[in-house]
């Protein structure tokens, strides 16, 4: 139970950091996705950085938890699924305001268009599910 506590503690701490930070403001969203205002895209770059850092860390310490336990990182090959899921994730973004982490920051504001895009995540996961059991190419 312990695990879980910690999960839930720094899932509230992210989630409260995406809300401060306004990741999960719309207009915020727009004005990155449009180019007026390209504080997020400077705060993801900065995210992006520092999870670069915390890599090297990782491989330093011979990839192992802080308990010892070995951590396997391994490369995803590429692929045209690695491009058409990354266009729809960056389509639905666009769209809605909102990706996985920042849907939950919403809903958690209270917004009432992150249950609209919570709608969507669950329509999107159910017809990907029924596209991979009708066409095998997807699967594979």
Known sequence: MGNKMGLLFWGAVFGFALSRSGASDYDLIYG????QDLALAYLMAFA????????????????????????????????????????VFGIGWGISGACPGTVLAQLGEGKLLGMFTVAGLLAGTYMYALLVERWPVVRE
Request: charged letters at 15%; zero cysteines.
């Open 32 to 35: 990155m996705f449009t180019g």
């Open 48 to 87: 992006i950085v520092l999870g670069g850092l915390g890599m090297v860390l990782l491989r330093r310490m011979g990839n192992r938890t802080i308990g010892g336990n070995p951590i396997k990182v391994e490369q995803k090959p590429m692929s045209w699924r690695n491009a058409v899921g990354g266009a």
